[in-house]
């Protein structure tokens, strides 16, 4: 496999993680606007993108292949409840 094909394949399977990670944390705030008035954007950011790409790698070894919706599920989950627990103020 070529280079060019190898960094295309990896950005798009990190493309969805990241993509979860920056927006998350925008909707959060909107929903969560008190909890979260103490926290920034990026700081949310940090935390949620790259739980989401573990969580992305993690099903890529449990399932052999990445595009299973177990593990957007389980990506939307983890970022939800990270979310949820930095809105709780621990």
Do not use: Q
């Not at 990670?21 to 993108?49: M, N, Q, T, Y």
């Not at 627990?85 to 621990?90: C, E, F, N």
């Amino acid at each position: 496999m070529e280079a060019s094909v190898a960094a295309w394949h990896l950005l798009n399977l990190f493309a969805v993680p990241v993509g979860l990670g920056l927006l998350a944390p925008a909707l959060a705030k909107i929903v969560w606007r008190d909890a979260l008035r103490g926290a920034s954007w990026a700081a949310l950011a940090a935390w949620s993108a790259p739980a989401c790409a573990v969580v992305t790698v993690a099903g890529l070894v449990v399932f052999g292949r990445d595009g299973k919706m177990a593990t957007y599920a389980a990506m939307v989950s983890v970022t939800a409840l990270l979310l949820w627990w930095r809105s709780r103020g621990s």
